[in-house]
């Protein structure tokens, strides 16, 4: 079983990072015997806003989460990060949790493989 960290830095749009991080995550996800983990940390921590309402054909990143989420993943957002952009936790896309830089450090040492974003 793979133990696989995704951190996302950049915003949900505007750049295809986040996005491209998320289509790696959700794939893994969707993979028998792999435990998959995203941190949304700076610019990303706004990937998990809910609500997010995209034009048909463009990709959503909410939506995105959720299929990580759905397979079984986690998905933990830095509470620095978040208060800095004016989220509050009610805000969150199903299933995202606040979370700490402490909670990175674990999830890394956790981790067999980083990726970063």
Do not use: H
Request: hydrophobic share 40%; proline share 3%; aromatic share 8%.
């Amino acid at each position: 079983m793979g133990k696989l960290l995704f951190i996302l830095n950049d915003p949900p749009y505007g750049t295809e990072r986040s996005y491209n991080g998320l289509r790696l995550a959700g794939a893994a996800a969707k993979r028998e015997g792999e435990a998959v983990r995203v941190f949304l940390m700076g610019d990303a921590a706004a990937c998990a806003k809910r609500g997010q309402a995209t034009p048909n054909g463009y990709y959503n990143l909410e939506r995105m989460l959720k299929a990580v989420t759905g397979k079984g993943g986690s998905v933990a957002v830095c509470g620095s990060c978040m208060d800095a952009r004016g989220i509050t936790e009610p805000e969150l896309a199903e299933a995202c949790l606040r979370s700490t830089l402490e909670e990175l450090a674990d999830w890394t040492i956790w981790a067999d493989k980083v990726l970063i974003f």
